[in-house]
Every structure is written in C-alpha cells, then in structure tokens.
C-alpha cells in the first residue's frame, strides 16, 4: 500500500516561473492538506481540502499561490511567479473521511523547491 | 497557534527510555493529543495519538493526566535513529477532520 506521493522531490526554478507541485493521497483517503517548511523553520499549514472543495485555506498566502484537488488526478499546490523567499519544502498529507474518528495525517516526503 | 508548551531540546542515551513532555492546560474536552516527529529532511511521521487514557503501540506509550492538562511521549529504548523532532499538538475532532498546527517541538538527541 503505497504512501503519500509527491512529486517533484527537487524542482529548481528562476524568478518569475510557475512551480507545480503534485500529490497522490494515500489510497482511500479523500483529504489532502499542504504545508510548507522554509529553511530552519517549523510546518506551516496551507490549506486542506476535500475532492473538487478547498475546505480551509487560511494559511495560503492571498497571492500567486492556489492548490485544487480534481475529482480524478493528484492534489497540486500551483505557485505563479515565484520569487525567492518561496524556497521551501512543500509537504503534502493525507487522511480518511473522519466521519467522527480521528483520522490521523500521513505525510509524504515532501518536494524541496529552489527559486534561483 | 500552538495550544502546546515543549521544551527545547532533549538529550537521551542510547537504549534509555525517552520521556517528552508536553503542557496542554487549556485543552479541551473534544481535542485529542497527538505526537508526530519529523527526521531531518524528511516527512513528518505519525506516532500516536489518545484522548484521556494511556496509549501504547510498537513504536511509543502515551500517558496522560487526569486533568488533561499534560501528557508525556516515552519511547522505551532510544536509538540514534530516533533522533528527531517531537511534535506534541492538540487536534479537535470534527466531522470533516481538522488540520494538524504544528509548534516548534522538542529537539531529542539520542547519543551513543
């Protein structure tokens, strides 16, 4: 049973590009959260969401950066003219349907992005 | 924000229990505790979670106060590899699961 899938683990961009960052739940699971770690910093979380719904994005900074999660397909966190304070690493989670448990969050490995 | 109290760093022999403690005073009745760490570089890792009474599974035990108002992660034989940050966060339950909020955590330095 294969874990969290995020790809790409390396993504190296110049100012002004757009990074995509991707994310395959864990099977079963319909709930994907971002966070992001800047450099020697703690996680900071982003936004979660549900299939085709954004649940909680109050951690998303209010521009150039926007996550979806389609009905078919892996989570992607998009980020439009990155600049460099945006290296980081990205990480991506997954969890069941709580439906009143307490679906605990598995993380995947993360993608380290780097804006030159 | 953090509803946790952890201390900095913690340094443990190698093949000593490791006992993390966390302050949680202003927990409330539906908010579970949960404990992940994070290895260097690497995702955050699941470790165990309870509500009010002890927990224990193959990787750590969990124990609990009465009030609620703490808890302690033992890891019962330390190894190096289990050096890492330990995360202590408070997670309500929700219908539609809620995000975890990550504090700064406890440093542990498992040494030989």
């Known amino acids: 049973n294969a874990g969290v899938m995020q790809n790409p683990r390396h993504l190296v961009r110049r100012r002004g590009q757009e990074a995509r960052l991707r994310c395959s739940p864990m099977?079963?699971?319909?709930?994907v959260y971002w966070y992001r770690q800047l450099p020697e910093e703690g996680l900071k979380f982003m936004v979660y969401l549900q299939k085709e719904n954004i649940i909680d994005e109050s951690g998303m900074p209010k521009e150039r950066f926007s996550a979806e999660f389609p009905k078919e397909g892996p989570s992607i966190l998009r980020i439009q003219q990155v600049v460099r304070g945006d290296s980081a690493a990205y990480f991506c989670?997954?969890?069941?349907?709580?439906?009143?448990?307490?679906?605990?969050?598995?993380f995947g490995e993360g993608s380290r992005l780097t804006v030159l | 924000d953090a509803k946790t109290t952890q201390p900095t760093s913690m340094d443990c022999a190698e093949g000593r229990a490791a006992n993390l403690p966390c302050n949680h005073s202003t927990i409330s009745g539906n908010e579970y505790v949960y404990w992940y760490r994070q290895i260097h570089s690497q995702g955050p890792q699941y470790i165990i979670h309870g509500l009010k009474n002890n927990e224990t599974n193959e990787m750590a035990s969990l124990i609990i106060t009465e009030d609620r108002k703490s808890s302690t992660l033992i890891l019962p034989h330390a190894t190096l590899r289990d050096t890492a940050v330990y995360y202590c966060i408070v997670r309500p339950r929700g219908e539609y699961g809620n995000k975890l909020v990550f504090g700064a955590g406890t440093i542990l330095r498992v040494k030989s």
């Open positions: 989670a997954s969890s069941q349907k709580t439906g009143g448990n307490t679906g605990e969050l598995f």
């Open positions: 099977k079963g699971h319909s709930h």
